[in-house]
């Protein structure tokens, strides 16, 4: 199957700094990038959907202007929490589609952020 | 509106079977997913169905019914490394996937 990273793994930072969270399809154009996170025993919580070369559409309740996306290609999107609090600790997952089958996502494997 | 239910929590004997039900409503229908989730891990891709029917890959069946609204996961000879959590997602008429709360599936030796 196609192959996503995700970069860094795990990242540690202090409240009020911003994080840059990348995520790469290896193997494939991605059309469509997808971010989401996940609260620990919940289940996957979308929060944006970024096409490459145009604005992401958010999801209901999610702060465009804290979590900025940026799909600067069709290999690339990245997801920048912005002045991160403590609530914003998360597993943040990136799954990205290209123009196959089914439309299949692939899954990266996840950054966990915590925010101290 | 669209929701996906599937049971919080399962448990199973080592070489057992297991079936996990997903029943959907959701605003169109263009398949339906099943992932396999380890604790701190991403989702894996186990199956996909669009189509009435029963699919299989190995150890694994997915059943999908359309007019019911309704999939199931089927493990065969159940080994411990399956133990996890299995999602089951919908893919929406805007091919946005919908997402259960899914499955945390407990394998006892």
């Known amino acids: 199957g196609a192959v996503v990273s995700q970069h860094p793994s795990w990242v540690i930072c202090k409240s009020g700094t911003s994080v840059k969270i990348e995520c790469r399809s290896l193997d494939f154009q991605a059309t469509t990038m997808f971010w989401y996170r996940q609260f620990p025993k919940q289940s996957l919580m979308l929060m944006a959907t970024s096409n490459e070369g145009s604005k992401a559409t958010y999801e209901q309740g999610v702060e465009k202007d804290k979590f900025l996306i940026n799909h600067a290609s069709l290999t690339l999107s990245t997801l920048t929490v912005t002045s991160a609090h403590p609530e914003d600790s998360s597993f943040y997952i990136c799954s990205a589609r290209g123009d196959r089958e089914y439309n299949e996502q692939f899954f990266g494997p996840g950054t966990r952020l915590t925010v101290l | 509106g669209q929701n996906i239910d599937q049971p919080t929590e399962m448990t199973a004997t080592e070489g057992a079977i297991v079936q996990i039900n997903c029943t959907y409503q959701t605003s169109g229908f263009n398949g339906l997913f099943w992932y396999q989730q380890h604790a701190g891990e991403a989702p894996t891709f186990l199956s996909y169905?669009?189509l009435d029917g029963l699919e299989e890959k190995g150890r694994f069946s997915s059943f999908l019914s359309r007019s019911k609204g309704y999939s199931y996961l089927l493990l065969k000879e159940l080994q411990m490394k399956d133990s996890a959590s299995y999602l089951c997602a919908v893919m929406d008429s805007n091919y946005q996937l919908i997402w259960g709360a899914g499955t945390k599936l407990i394998i006892k030796p």
């Open positions: 169905n669009v």
